[in-house]
Structures are given as C-alpha cells and as structure tokens.
C-alpha cells in the first residue's frame, strides 16, 4: 500500500517539476499538471485507504499509471522528454514483479510494451521508434525477469523447511488461506491432522542428532510420496508435522493416515484430527487437533491400540 503511494507521489513530483521546468518550450504542461494532480491525489488515497483495496484494484491502478505514462509519452514533442517520462515504465514493471503473480506481470510487461508503441507512433516520433522502445522494454523485461525469480526464490526459501523441503510453519499458514478460499466454493470443509513423532527424543540421545535429521528428512519425503496432489503437508516444528486434507471426510482422513505407514521405518507417531469449520481460524482447528493429539497420547499410555486415528474424528 504504501509502497504504491510512494510511487504515485514521485510521480506526481516529476509531473510538478515538468511544469515547473519544462525540458522545453514545446512540452505539454498542462496535459503534465493535470496528470501530475490525479497521481498526487492517488497517492494521498492509497496512504489513507489502500490498506481495504484489493489486489486487483492495485492491478487496476497499475494499469491506469501505464496509460497515463503513455499519453505524456505521445504528447511529448521533445525526445529528451519523452525518454525521461518512459523512465517512468521500468519502476512500473518493479512494482508489478515484486507484488503480483508471474501471468499478471508479464501481462503488464505486454501492456507496457503495446502502449509505448503505440504512444510513439501517435507521438513525433514515429521516424525514431525502434530504438527507443528497444531500449526501454529490454530494460523493463529484465528487471521483471529478475525481480520475478528473485522474489520466488525468497519466498521459497521463506515458505520452505530447510531440512525436510516440506512448508513450513508460515508456509503452511499461507497454503491452508488459499485452500480455505477453495473449501469455500466447494462446500466441503478439510480436514486438519497434527503428527507427532514417538520416542523421537530417544532417537537423537541414543544415535545422535544426525540420525534425527536423517529419519526427519526421510519421513517427510515417504509422506509427501504417499498423498495426493493438492494434500498440504508441513514440518510444524521439532518433530510436529501438520497435514491438511482439502475436500476430506472423517473417512477420507482415516484412509490417507493409512497411506502414511512407511513397513520398512521403524517409527511411530501419534496424530489429532480435526474438521476445519466453516468461519473458524485455522490457529482454532490447530488447537483443537493438538487437543486431540495429546488426547491420543495418553489413551496410548494407558495401554491403547490406536487411539490416534479415532480421537478428532468422532
């Protein structure tokens, strides 16, 4: 939010040093005012009231900057002039790479590169368009590419458990957001199942923490293996994994816990199931799963079976 105001303040900046220092005589100054006013009173409405926008109304105004960018393009007798409003695209494209999806940006790029053309052929600069707009789209390209994989790869990194390669904690928080969104329109509620490993303690005080990371790593990659596509599997912490299950009955959550039991691994854990309800937090089904696990543990330490796949799914 604040980072688009800032850019339409800056914006309205370089419109007010146009009119106030025109690169020359034959520069459209009012055409810049008038664009130099809107962008100022933007960026004042984004600062108050951008944090209740949308993502798509941020696409909007980006789509609206590019636009106005290229009709100062077209108007601008002088080339000066218009080079220095086409610097204008690269921050544009920044914006667009740093916050939006990969297809919204390279849709922005296109757009940029359309409404230059465009603008400088409407423009006095029809007998000198290629290299301009050569130079200015090879720019805007490559720092979307950049900024684009950059960004993937930070999140990545931040979304992902560095020894197991499975979500973790805030990774996991914003998979279930977007699986919720898709409950939603289904009508079937996930299902939410906490894994905690038994005697895993044991495990490192007797082999040594190497060995913990060892069957750590390769637990989640047999687990991974064993689910289905759009299942959502996180290392929760320590040795607390967090399964979501999207479109999954109580039936369905007792088959996929099955799938889970790797013969040739001698471990052993106990889970919590609980259904995502309608309107509830996931920290809520998390607490209550976590209730339903500890629940399990001490059925399996009064001398249960299996208590661990009954318990949350009654």
Known sequence: MWTAALLFLCGSLRCALAVAAPVSSSEPIAVAGAIGIVAGLTAGGLWWWGDRLRVGAFQALVVATTLMVSALVAVSHDRGGMLLTAFAYPWIAVYSAHFFKRRAVAAEVLLIGLAFGVALVLGDHHQRIVVPWVMVMGTVGTLAWIVVRLNETLRRQADTDQLTGLLNRSGFL???????????????????????????????DRLGHAAGDRLLERLGAEWRARLRGGDILARHGGDEFVLLLPDTSAHGAREALARLQVPDMAVNWSVGVSQWRPGEEIDDCLARADRNLYESKDLVREGGTAPAVLVGLR
């Open 174 to 204: 914003a998979a279930a957001g977007r699986a919720r969104a898709t409950a939603a329109r289904s009508g079937e509620p996930p299902t939410v199942v906490v894994l905690d490993l038994d005697g895993f303690k044991q495990v490192n």
